[in-house]
């Protein structure tokens, strides 16, 4: 069986409404490239480790981007619209570093690793096995060579695969933003101590604040950036059968990351509010759902409130794919020469 990449999203997005996605799925597939460039098998655990690990380095590397994201989403939910200045990223990083230290750059940066290895490893798993599903269905075993239902199934199967590891790992997700979130004060003293102060404040359920959003977004945002990576991906080399797999896997998993960005954004900034939600004791602010909340955001706001914070969302798609690439490449290198290659 062919080795398959197991890193993702996030999502993610939505790891941030987008972290990095499956972006070197099937890489090495079709019958041509394998003929030329004989790939090492490496079984599914070694697999998933080095689709984890990759993406952990990744949300390592760019966690100060990340915080920029989430403190820029939650401006506004508990300050006067109008007096807030016009978000700028370099003035908010030195704010950073000056009232906080450089450090404050990987704040929750803890907890998003612990985040990001069980979810690539379910996001990888459901994938494949919510794929084999749908394939099993007649009309999108791909026997015809019809181009639609393959997208189909990379649509649905990365959606379902997506909203799988999100609900089970979920709780970390939002404790991740509530330490990210937090500039001086510091209510959460890490991951345990806010399990343990989100269950005792606001009950079990309140660790699963903001759950409806993130389902919503983290759905369509691997479902867009699996299908416009495998999109671009086929078309480019379909037109240039030559090129690099690494400049082929690096340009359509940046444009997939920023499509899916863009498209899911709005849903991933209500998902950031409402996760901040009572947080610390302080007072809710939209108390009538998502579409209350949508609501709120647009009234007081507008319509680019919704996009508070898209910049820096858009400045780590490149690094971020290109680390993840380079990692799991790296990684599958090593893992294939020692006892776990096949």
Known sequence: ME????????????????????????????????????????????????????????????????????????????????????PSIWCEALRIVNEEGF????????????????YSSISFYAYER?????????????????????????????????????????????????????RNAIYYRGIWHALHTICRDEGFLGLYKGLGATLLGVGP?????????????????????????????LACGSLSGIASSTATFPLDLVRRRMQLEGAAGRARVYNTGLLGAFRHIIRTEGLRGLYRGIMPEYYKVVPSVGIVFMTYETLKKLLSQGPFSS
């Not at 450090?103 to 069980?118: D, M, Q």
């Not at 015809?144 to 379902?160: I, K, Q």
């Not at 479902?223 to 090129?243: G, K």
């Open 3 to 86: 080795a398959r990449v197991g890193t993702s999203a996030h999502g993610g997005v939505v790891d941030g409404g987008t972290s990095t996605r499956k972006f070197i799925h099937h890489q090495h597939s079709g019958p041509q490239r394998q003929q030329q460039q004989p790939v090492s098998q490496i079984g599914t655990v070694p697999q998933l480790l080095a689709g984890g690990v990759a993406g952990a380095f990744s949300k390592t590397c760019t966690a100060p981007l990340a915080r920029l994201t989430i403190l820029f989403q939650v401006q506004g939910m508990h300050s006067d619209v109008s007096v807030l200045s016009k």
């Open 103 to 118: 450090r404050a750059f990987w704040k929750g940066n803890l907890v998003t690793i612990a985040h990001r290895l069980p």
């Open 130 to 182: 919510y794929k084999n599903i749908l394939k099993s269905i007649p009309g999108l075993d791909g026997h015809g060579e019809n181009p639609s239902a393959n997208v189909f199934v990379h649509f649905v199967g990365g959606g379902l695969a997506g909203m799988t590891a999100a609900s089970a790992t979920y709780p970390l997700d939002l404790v991740r933003t509530r330490l990210a979130a937090q």
């Open 221 to 249: 945002s691997i479902a867009i950036s699996f299908s416009v990576y495998e999109s671009l991906r086929s078309y480019w080399h379909s037109q240039r059968s030559n090129d690099s797999v690494v400049a082929v896997s």
